[in-house]
C-alpha cells in the first residue's frame, strides 16, 4: 500500500541516504529495516528505493547517485511521466504568465519545468497521485501548488480560472501493462478536443502513433525525441499553437536543448492512407530480433520508388513518426527514393542530412541466399558484421553466425527488399560533421 507519510518521513530518507552511501545490498537493506519498520513498511521502502536513483536519472540527469533529492512517486507514476530533456524543452512553448489546469496530472513531471511564473493547479481522480503531486512541486518548483481531487472533464467544463491546460490521458488498462488501441485513451483524444474549448490554448501528450488524420486542423502537432527514439506527440490548442496546421519533429539532448527541427504544412496526402494499408504494413515489417525497427510509416506522395543508389539511409525516429522524412529527404536531395513499398529506408545519390539520418555508403548487393551474400562478404573481405532488418524475419545473431564472415574489414549488412523482393545490401557507415538542421 502506498504510504506517502512513510516516504517523505526524514527518517526514511536519512536511511535511504546512509544506504546508498554504504552501497548496502538488498540484504542488507532488508536486515537493517528489520530492526525499526513492520514488515509492510519495509517491503514499501525497498520497493520505493529501488525508484530513487531511476528518478534522479530521469528528472536531474544524475546517473552516478551525487543528487539528495527526493521525489515522491511509485513505479507507474514514474514511467508515464514526461523525463527532464523533454520537459525542459517543453517549458519554452509556454508564456511566463497566466494559470495552467495540470489534467491528469500524475506525479507531476509535466509540470516540472514549467516556467515559475505561472500558477499551476494539478487535477487527478486519485489522491495518492495528487500527493504526489504536492510534495514533487514543493521539491521542484519551491511552491505550493493546489489540487483538486475530480474528473478532470468536470474540472474543464466547470473552469473559471486557469487560461491553459496540459494533459496526458492514460493508456493502461491495468498496472503495468499498456494499451495496445492507441485510441484507447482516459480521457478519450475526442474528449481532449471538447476539453480544449474551455481554455485559451493548451497542449495534449498522446501516443506518437495516433492517427495523425485523426487530430483536428488549427492544431500544431509536434513529435519529440532524442536520436535515438521518437517519446511524444503533442497536439497544441489555441494560443500555443503558433504555428497552426503544422507539424513539427524536434530531437533533443540530455539537457533539452534542440539538436534539430523539422517543419512542414500538414499534408492531406501524407495523411490519406487508410488504416488497413497501415495495418499491413505495420504487421509486415514489425520486426523480431536485436535490431528492432520503428513501426514504418512511409509515404508513397513522398517518395517514389527506385533502385539502389550511392546511399542508403535510415530516418531518424521522430522523422519516421511524424511522417516527415519523405520530405525532408526530397528537400535535400531530389534523388531519393524508397527501394520497395512501406519500407522506411531511402536511398540516394548523395548523403542525406545528419541527424535526421544515418547514412551508409553502399559497397554491392546480392539476393539473400547463403552462397551469393557469403561471396559477397568474401569480395568486400568482410569479418565483422552489424545485420539490420526491414521486411525479411530472420534472428540477427543466428545469422551473422551462419554467414561465418572472415575478413578484415567491417560493415553493414542490410537485409530488406527491392521492390518487393528479398536483398543484401553491403554498406559502410558515412560520418558527416553533424549539422544544426531548422
Avoid at 559497397?363 to 562478404?377: C, F, K, N, Q, Y
Amino acid at each position: 500500500m502506498f504510504n506517502a507519510e512513510l516516504l517523505t518521513s526524514a527518517k526514511v530518507q536519512e536511511f535511504i541516504t546512509l544506504a546508498t552511501k554504504k552501497k548496502w545490498d538488498a540484504l542488507q537493506v532488508s536486515t537493517q529495516l528489520a530492526k525499526e519498520f513492520s514488515n509492510e513498511e519495509r517491503a514499501a521502502i525497498m520497493d520505493y528505493m529501488a525508484l530513487v536513483p531511476k528518478f534522479r536519472e530521469k528528472f536531474f540527469g544524475e546517473k552516478n547517485g551525487k543528487s539528495d533529492i527526493f521525489l515522491l512517486c511509485d513505479k507507474l507514476a514514474l514511467e508515464q511521466s514526461t523525463a527532464q530533456d523533454i520537459g525542459r524543452w517543453k517549458a519554452n512553448l509556454w508564456p511566463n504568465e497566466g494559470s495552467v489546469h495540470d489534467l491528469c496530472c500524475g506525479m507531476g513531471g509535466d509540470s516540472f519545468f514549467l516556467p515559475a511564473t505561472l500558477k499551476i493547479t494539478g487535477v487527478d481522480l486519485d489522491e495518492n497521485r495528487l500527493a504526489m503531486y504536492r510534495y514533487n512541486n514543493r521539491v521542484t518548483r519551491g511552491s505550493e501548488d493546489q489540487t483538486i481531487l475530480a474528473d478532470v472533464r468536470e474540472v474543464a467544463r466547470t473552469n473559471t480560472n486557469a487560461d491553459f491546460f496540459t494533459i496526458d490521458p492514460a493508456r493502461r488498462a491495468i498496472e503495468g501493462e499498456n494499451q495496445r488501441d492507441l485510441r484507447n485513451l482516459t480521457p478519450t483524444f475526442e474528449e481532449v478536443i471538447e476539453i480544449s474549448k474551455h481554455y485559451k490554448g493548451g497542449m495534449a501528450k498522446i501516443p506518437p502513433g495516433y492517427p495523425i488524420c485523426e487530430i483536428p486542423r488549427g492544431t500544431e502537432i509536434l513529435y519529440i525525441g532524442s536520436r535515438t527514439d521518437c517519446r511524444e506527440c503533442l497536439v497544441l490548442f489555441g494560443e500555443l499553437a503558433k504555428n497552426p496546421d503544422h507539424v513539427r519533429a524536434v530531437m533533443v539532448d540530455k539537457t533539452g536543448n534542440a539538436i534539430a527541427e523539422w517543419d512542414f504544412t500538414r499534408d492531406e496526402k501524407r495523411e490519406a492512407r487508410n488504416e488497413s494499408e497501415q495495418s499491413q504494413y505495420d504487421h509486415n515489417y514489425e520486426l523480431e530480433g536485436r535490431d528492432r525497427v520503428y513501426r514504418t510509416s512511409s509515404s508513397e506522395s513522398d517518395l517514389p520508388l527506385g533502385s539502389v543508389s550511392k546511399f542508403i539511409a535510415e530516418p531518424a525516429p521522430v522523422l519516421l513518426r511524424s511522417h516527415l522524412f519523405g520530405a525532408v529527404a526530397l528537400a535535400c536531395d531530389k534523388t531519393a527514393h524508397l527501394i520497395s513499398p512501406g519500407i522506411a529506408y531511402v536511398t540516394s545519390e548523395a548523403p542525406l542530412p545528419s541527424p535526421g539520418f544515418a547514412n551508409f555508403e553502399v559497397l554491392d548487393s546480392a539476393e539473400i541466399s547463403t552462397g551469393a551474400v557469403r561471396a559477397m562478404l568474401k569480395a568486400h573481405d568482410i569479418g565483422k558484421l552489424t545485420l539490420k532488418l526491414r521486411g525479411v524475419k530472420v534472428d540477427p545473431d543466428q545469422e551473422i553466425k551462419r554467414l561465418k564472415s572472415k575478413g578484415k574489414n567491417s560493415a553493414t549488412l542490410f537485409y530488406t527488399r527491392l521492390d518487393g523482393e528479398k536483398i543484401a545490401i553491403l554498406a559502410t557507415p558515412y560520418n558527416p560533421k553533424p549539422n544544426h538542421v531548422r
